[in-house]
């Protein structure tokens, strides 16, 4: 069964532009979550889809980002426009509903670097 | 302010010998408590967890322990094996929803 994935796994991109990232999760899953790590600090939460709909969002830090999943499949997540402060990594997971809800499986991370 | 520290951000141990790897929290609502590890270049994997209603889980040559009235939360693994060297993350489901609270990660070197 294939695992979380992400895409790009690195993108380096100039203050001012827009990046979008993508996550594809283990199919089944009906929750999607965004995190972001960065300066090798906590992981933070940003949002939390389940299926199509956005679940709580609390954690996306300011309207320059922008989250979506349409036909409650794969995610977007787009920084327009970038600042040096979004660099970071990206991690995307999932998990199924029901009993080890909890148990969230990741993806390997996309590595911004804003300029 | 971080609702969940681990303030060794560093620990190295002897191949064979015990990791005790720790975690302090503050908010005292959760449904369970996770330990993560990543690998560089990977993104973390599920370890193992404990509910808020017990004080101990074991799994193999790992055993987390959860002191509830001190607001603290360890893993135990032994034997270290030099595989076992990664970045250990703490974090917490709270009960009013499902997204995580991470703490900042322990690096864990085991030495062979």
């Known amino acids: 069964e294939a695992g979380v994935t992400q895409f790009p796994s690195h993108s380096v991109i100039e203050k001012g532009q827009t990046v979008t990232l993508r996550c594809d999760p283990i199919?089944?899953?009906?929750?999607l979550y965004w995190y972001r790590r960065v300066m090798g600090k906590e992981i933070k939460f940003l949002l939390h889809f389940v299926k199509e709909s956005k679940q709580d969002e609390s954690g996306m830090p300011n309207n320059r980002f922008l989250a979506e999943r349409t036909g409650g499949t794969y995610s977007t997540l787009k920084v327009q426009p970038a600042e040096l402060e979004d660099s970071g990594v990206y991690f995307c997971a999932s998990s199924q509903d029901g009993l080890t809800s909890y148990e969230q499986y990741f993806g390997p991370g996309t590595r911004l670097t804003v300029t | 302010d971080q609702q969940v520290k681990q303030n060794s951000p560093s620990l190295s141990v002897q191949e064979g010998r015990i990791s005790i790897l720790n975690c302090d929290y503050t908010?005292?609502?959760?449904?369970?408590f996770l330990w993560y590890k990543k690998y560089p270049a990977e993104g973390p994997t599920f370890l193992i967890s404990i509910s808020s209603i017990k004080d101990k889980n074991e799994d193999g040559r790992f055993t987390v322990f959860l002191n509830k009235s001190a607001k603290h939360l360890s893993l135990h693994i032994v034997p270290s094996q030099p595989g076992d060297s990664a970045v250990y993350f703490c974090a917490y489901q709270d009960n009013y929803g499902q997204n995580f609270v991470f703490g900042p990660g322990t690096r864990l070197s085991v030495l062979p």
């Open positions: 199919s089944g899953h009906d929750n």
């Open positions: 908010n005292s609502m959760f449904d369970y």
